[in-house]
């Protein structure tokens, strides 16, 4: 490992604000001749609720498309990484065979045209993508590109630390001062599940409208829209657990 590799490593690792860590970021894929990066930190709360946050240079016209989680579902390099560690290194032809020519069509106009990403899955349902692009069309051979995947798998291997720490979309408030109480934080976390007023009623040995006016309640005391909303709020202020 050279000694400008290693210091890279080193401060992204040590980046001290988000700021800093989406530095790091450029200096490396920027580094090795990529031309974009994407990163991204995700947790699953429950088999019904994900809460995400990516940090990347893509292009503004591109960013909002990039950031796109249901577009994530027919990316065929998210499917990748979703489902499998080790390494894709992709191009049109990875997308023109998952029958998504027109999506690769559309980022393609934005300078991504093919890529090397990866990810990693660990505990607790934490998850870190990250991936670097280049502006021109590479070949899908693995063997061709053995030592910048390496690069790109040590170098992310800093990365996620400090991604979870500096990035993690779920952080606990340490001004907890939410006045719920033992049922409207029960009903609540079912309704994390998926769970429908009836079936928490079940649980909770409630009717079904005295459920809704749980979760109303709930929605009240967090000023939030939504049960969604509620929830992922309460996990932030630590009043219920993810998972």
Same mark, same amino acid.
């Given at each position: 490992?050279? /000694?400008? *590799? ?9 980046? /001290?604000s988000?700021?800093d860590?989406f ?5 490396? =894929?920027q580094? @090795?001749?990529?031309? %974009?990066f !994407? ?6 709360? /429950?088999? %019904? ?14 960013r909002k498309?990039?950031?796109? *989680? ?6 065929p390099?998210?499917? +990748?990484?979703?489902?499998?560690? $080790?390494?894709?290194v ?19 106009? *934005?300078?991504y #045209? ?6 990693? +899955?660990l505990?607790?349902? #934490? ?7 280049? !502006? ?5 051979s ?13 170098f992310?291997?800093?990365s &996620?630390?400090?991604a ?15 006045? @719920?109480t ?9 309704s994390?599940? !998926?769970? =429908? ?9 409630? $009717? ?5 006016? &749980?979760? #109303?309640?709930v929605?009240?005391? @967090?000023?939030?829209? /939504? ?5 992922l709020k ?10």
């Amino acid at each position: 490992m050279d /000694s400008l *590799f290693n210091r890279r490593c080193l401060e992204v690792l040590h980046a /001290s604000s988000v700021g800093d860590f989406f530095k790091h970021l450029v200096d490396f =894929t920027q580094g @090795l001749g990529f031309n %974009t990066f !994407g990163a991204m930190v995700v947790a699953d709360h /429950s088999p %019904t609720m994900t809460e995400f946050r990516t940090i990347t240079n893509a292009p503004e016209g591109h960013r909002k498309e990039f950031e796109d *989680f249901d577009r994530g579902r027919i990316d065929p390099v998210n499917q +990748h990484c979703k489902l499998r560690s $080790s390494p894709i290194v992709w191009s049109r032809q990875t997308y023109t065979s998952a029958a998504q020519q027109e999506l690769w069509d559309r980022q393609a106009q *934005f300078g991504y #045209r093919s890529g090397i990403a990866f990810a990693m +899955h660990l505990g607790q349902g #934490r998850h870190y993508m990250f991936g670097a692009n280049w !502006g021109h069309d590479r070949c899908e051979s693995v063997a061709n590109y053995k030592s910048i995947i390496e690069d790109v798998l040590i170098f992310g291997a800093h990365s &996620q630390a400090a991604a979870f720490h500096l990035c993690s979309p779920t952080r606990p408030d340490p001004n907890n001062a939410w006045s @719920l109480t033992k049922n409207e934080l029960e009903a609540l976390r079912w309704s994390m599940d !998926g769970m =429908t007023s009836w079936e928490i009623g079940r649980k909770m040995g409630l $009717s079904d409208c005295d459920v809704t006016l &749980q979760l #109303r309640r709930v929605m009240k005391k @967090l000023r939030c829209g /939504s049960k969604y909303e509620a929830a992922l709020k309460a996990i932030k202020l630590g009043l219920i657990e993810a998972g």
